[in-house]
Each structure stands twice: as C-alpha cells, then as structure tokens.
Nanobody, 117 residues
Framework: VQLQASGGGWVRAGDSLRISCAIS????????LAWFRQAPGKEREFVAS????????LYAESVQGRFTISRDNAKNTVYLQMDSLKPEDTAVYYC???????????WGRGTQVTVSS
C-alpha cells in the first residue's frame, strides 16, 4: 500500500485546515489508518486513528475536541480536519496504514503544517 499526504500549509492560530492522505494498493479498505506528527527536535507522536469502517476513532489528548479524523473508502482517502489550531500544532504530519494483527506499518511522505501565533 502507498500513502500520499497533501493539504498542509501556513495558517494563523485559531484557523482551521484539512489535510488529506490518498491510499493506493490492494485491499486498501482493510487497513486501519492513522495520523502522526513530528515537530522539529521532537519524536514522532500519535495524533489520531480510525478503524477500517471509520466507525471507531481515537485521538491524542492534545488534539481531542479540536481535530477530527475521517475516511472515505470510496475515494480511498483519509482526512484530518484541524480546528482551533495552535502554534504547538506545527509539525510535519504523516499518515500511516496498518492491517489488524500485523506488525508492519506503512508510512507516507509527510505534509508540513505551520501555525503562527
């Protein structure tokens, strides 16, 4: 499976931004999908995830209530709607895919999100 994130950019604190990740490859609807981010000088951290159907989601405490993950299996795309953005949300955002019970995680290239105060 291959992943390609897009939609990043520069915004001001309090703004909203939606980033997307297109998924290609066989059996792509079977993968659980997630967003991670990595700020300069910091380790990559979990942001949000969704199961195969999109009916179950999980969020990091730092983004709970501000970010929303969703997926459109017909369009083979996962989204991250980010509202009330803060400067500390500045990072490169990566999407990932993983089959249940598999130890292998697939990563796409990241998209830069910069939030100015």
């Amino acid at each position: 499976v291959q992943l390609q994130a897009s939609g990043g950019g520069w915004v001001r604190a309090g703004d909203s931004l939606r980033i997307s990740c297109a998924i290609s490859g066989p059996s792509r609807s079977r993968y659980s999908l997630a967003w991670f981010r990595q700020a300069p000088g910091k380790e990559r951290e979990f942001v949000a995830s969704t199961n195969r159907s999109g009916g179950s989601t999980l969020y990091a405490e730092s983004v709970q209530g501000r970010f929303t993950i969703s997926r459109d299996n017909a369009k083979n795309t996962v989204y991250l709607q980010m509202d009330s953005l803060k400067p500390e949300d500045t990072a490169v955002y990566y999407c990932s895919a993983k089959l249940p019970a598999s130890i292998v995680t697939y990563w796409g290239r990241g998209t830069q999100v910069t939030v100015s105060s």
